[in-house]
């Protein structure tokens, strides 16, 4: 186990975001802001020192995408907090450190997804995975009424099966949005409504919604348009690229 610890190429990239993250929540929580004053901004401190360490370890690519991420967060959490009232913060804002956030999770989730020993065992680890994501959104349904959080998985689903390519991907930031969301819901940093809204009674959500971890397609989606429309003459090159290897591994799957 240790020596495979030790060949993991990006550790120094996603690990120490786990603990981030749970710091993170502890320092925003409602227990410890009965104890400390502002306490949102320690959180909002360490984040910030955070995005900082891995924006410097990322590559050119990485790094834009990150930067996009703040912009594509920013309006996400107003339009679906503020706006539309998915989800409320414990201070009825948008904290500064969300939207940091966001792009730390999408940088480390990226780079666990580039692991050789990940991709090495890419199709093993994605059978295992897949019907966990399952059976977890099912147990939500069955004992928390969670039909809004099992939506969201049966859409997952669906995503998975249209974007093979990046279905490791987003299946690995499914299970690390199930972290963010248990560990800050535990430590009352946000929290999630009874019914989708707050509106709509007949779908009824826990609290976190079991299968939230989908949303974060629209995030990519948003992140690769922003990165396609400032670097155009590099996305014409990889698409190229990407339509060549299609048709060089073409014959291979004829039978």
């Known amino acids: 186990m240790y020596k495979n610890i030790k060949r993991l190429k990006y550790k120094h990239i996603y690990l120490p975001v786990f603990v981030v993250l749970w710091l993170s929540f502890f320092l925003d929580s409602t227990t410890l802001a009965k104890q400390i004053t502002y306490n949102q901004w ?3 401190t360490l984040v910030f020192i ?3 360490w891995i924006y410097s370890r990322v590559s050119k690519v ?3 995408l ?7 967060a920013i309006f996400g959490e107003v339009l679906f ?9 414990r201070l ?20 666990i997804a580039r692991e050789p020993l990940v991709l090495k065992h890419k ?4 059978n295992v995975l897949f019907p966990i994501m399952i059976i977890y959104s099912s147990l939500w349904l069955l004992l928390a009424k969670d039909l809004f959080g099992f939506i969201c998985m049966i859409v997952t689903m669906w995503l998975l099966h249209r974007q093979p390519s990046s279905k490791l991907f987003f299946l690995l930031m499914f299970f690390m949005v199930i972290y963010l969301e248990l560990v800050g ?3 009352q940093c946000w929290v999630w409504p009874e019914i989708w809204f707050d509106k709509l009674s007949w779908i009824p959500s826990a609290n976190p919604p079991s299968g939230i971890g989908g949303f974060y397609f629209a995030f990519d989606v948003g992140c690769l348009w922003l990165y396609k429309h400032y670097n155009i003459k590099r996305w014409q090159r990889f698409r190229a690229i990407q339509r060549v290897r299609k048709t060089m591994v073409q014959p291979t799957n004829i039978q």
């Open 42 to 44: 320690l959180t909002n």
């Open 62 to 64: 990485i790094k834009q």
């Open 123 to 126: 199709q093993r680890i994605y």
């Open 81 to 89: 907090s503020l706006v539309l009232g998915m989800y409320t913060y």
């Open 185 to 187: 819901t535990y430590y």
């Open 66 to 72: 990150m930067l996009f991420g703040l912009l594509v």
């Open 50 to 52: 955070s995005y900082i």
């Open 92 to 111: 009825d804002n948008v904290p500064i450190y969300v939207p940091f956030g966001h792009s730390i999770v999408y940088a480390s989730i990226y780079y």
